[in-house]
């Protein structure tokens, strides 16, 4: 509302939070995920580092007893089969089999995933070779090894989602139709940025060769080449740069209409006023009316009642508590939905404080028909912990650069659902949110573009949100992230390879490749020191600087530049401890894969969620009576 003051006043109270506060019935929902503690993961890479010694020792011992028997790689069809630089086809066959022991689910369950694990590598690596042996004998051409070896470790990594989607009991096809049509400039966008890049990268080699070369060996990009270098951060650089001026131009004009603040709360009473606090500040920045709906989701701390004296002191807004009782954070937002009249729902963590203008901010973005959804920047809540420094390098880069370079092409992926605000029509029209499953929050914006409406990641919409304080916490929260990932994928199975929509065919493929090579970090770190300490003699292996370059390097140089641009140079100090942690987050991907269910056959691989605000297409939603405007 227009003529709105801000005005200080005291914060209530503050509790005690429970020692295991994180944990809800949304850490591991039944029937597609079970709780397994760490010793499942420990299990993995002991039995993986004892595996790979006597596979690398079964080679050497075998061409000593019969030489020239066994390739350094099992490749077999190829005139360089003995000169393979790392044996990464040794790797991938290691690593299938440990998961394959260590999955959940029957005896059956691991057997069929192994042999589909090694049958598609083993279908793949007859291909590439095949091609190089009738290359070799038709053309003489010979394929160098290194060619082999790089597209079947890329095809390993299209290999495991692809048999974990198959074989793993994960939700089923949401059944959402595609409505995208004619949206090619999305894909003519990508290409003309990668023929400027690789236009840019030529011209920087011609004239700077030498000290991109030098650069190149700085960075450790082992054996990248100095253009392909070059080329992958002008890519980069160019989409952020049209992201950025795209949401520029979104939020340009004034808009303030009367909105909805969700909040689902569970034993959050340690920072409940501080949240609604932090709300009633961001309404004395708004020019429309703002109401909080808080639902309080079966507590047993003093949540409710800590919400109740926070509405009761704010200045700007209005509010109420709600009980909402069945456990469940969406069955919460759910229960919520129902209850709003607004055409705008703003979804807020418990535990995250929005700044005091990304409201305005994020609002403003509505004034164009075509966005459905608003997110931003979670920076975190504290800033003297190690690992707030951490998420904040975490944060600056994925959704300060790359999630901004994303939006250029409406190649969006996830909102998180700390702070976030939906089209409420949109919302409804896609199903609402989806209960019994992890990553509901990247579920509804797959639902809602595939709607057609465009979802904006601005990061001048800051907010603050609760880190990890205890490794507890920090694995529970990642595991659940991280296995978001197959259950959301399941979900929207439809959009997988669908030529409309570049998130199903580009955006969503890739981003599960890079979850598989997420969760083959921590194993493969161990292999290369194996490899380097005890077969160095018997390998011909790669420098250690290699080695390091595919684990650290261009993620190492590409979080120092972005820290830097975003005029943090602070925590480049950090960025040793960060690349660690980034070790970490792997061991949590892999543990978070461990914690899938495999059954024992496959009609009971698909698991029903229920659909509770799905509405019949071409049905227009019903609107409400909206509430009066109350002029403060």
Known sequence: MAGKVRQDRSRPGKSARPADFFRSVDSAPKGISVKRDRSATDGFLISFLALTVLALSAAPWANARWPGSVPTDLIFFTADRFNAVLPIRIFLVIFFLVYAAYAHGPILARLRLGFSFLFKLG????????????????????????????????????????TVLNQARLPAPCGSPVRRRGRHYEYWLVSLAALVSAIGAVIALTLYGAEVEQLRNLALLGGMGPGVFLAQQFFTLQLAA??????????????????????????????????????????????????????????????????????????????????????????????GLELITEDYVVRIDADTQIDPKSLRIAMRHFAS?????????????????????????????????????????????GIPGMFCIYRRDVLMEAGGIVE??????????????????????????????????????????????????????????????????????????????????????????????????LFGGIYDHPHLTTVLAVMFGMPFIMACAVVAFWRRPDLILYMPAYMA???????????????????????ERRFEPPKPLAVPEGERIERFEKPPIIAE
């Open 123 to 162: 279908v793949i690596a007859a291909i590439v070779d095949g091609a190089a042996l009738l290359s070799w004998q038709q053309a003489d051409a010979v394929w160098p090894v290194a060619v082999q070896q790089i597209l079947v470790g890329l095809a390993g990594l299209a290999i495991f989602p692809h």
């Open 242 to 335: 049209l992201g950025t001026a795209r949401n520029a131009l979104s939020r340009r004009r004034a808009f303030s209409p009367p909105v909805a603040v969700l909040i689902p709360a569970h034993n959050e009473s340690h920072l409940i006023a501080q949240t609604i606090d932090a709300i009633d500040e961001a309404a004395a920045h708004y020019d429309g009316p703002v109401r909080i709906l808080l639902m309080e989701n079966c507590s047993s701390d003093d949540t409710a009642e800590l919400a109740r004296q926070a509405i009761a002191k704010c200045r700007c807004a209005r509010g109420e508590v709600i009980e909402s009782l069945i456990p469940g954070k969406a069955k919460a937002l759910n229960h």
């Open 369 to 413: 028909d075509t966005v459905g959804i608003v997110g931003g920047l979670p920076l975190p809540l504290k800033k003297t912990g190690l690992l707030d420094k951490f998420r904040t390098i975490e944060v600056l880069n994925r959704h300060g650069y790359f999630q901004v370079a994303l939006g250029a092409f409406n190649g969006i992926l």
């Open 436 to 533: 019994e499953m992890n990553g509901e929050d990247t579920d509804i914006v797959l639902r809602m573009t595939n709607l057609g409406y465009r979802a904006v990641s601005d990061p001048r919409v800051k907010f603050r949100t609760e880190v990890p304080d205890s490794m507890d916490f920090l694995r529970e929260q990642r595991t659940r992230w991280f296995r978001s990932l197959y259950h959301v994928t399941a979900h929207n199975r439809e959009m997988l390879f669908q030529g409309n929509l570049i998130t199903g065919a580009v955006v969503l493929p890739f981003t599960l490749m890079n979850g598989a090579r997420r969760a083959m970090m921590a194993p493969l770190a161990i292999y290369g020191v194996v490899l380097f300490f």
């Open 581 to 603: 942690f980034r070790l970490l987050r792997s061991y949590y991907t892999l543990g978070a894969t461990l914690t899938l269910v495999y059954p024992g056959s496959a009609k």
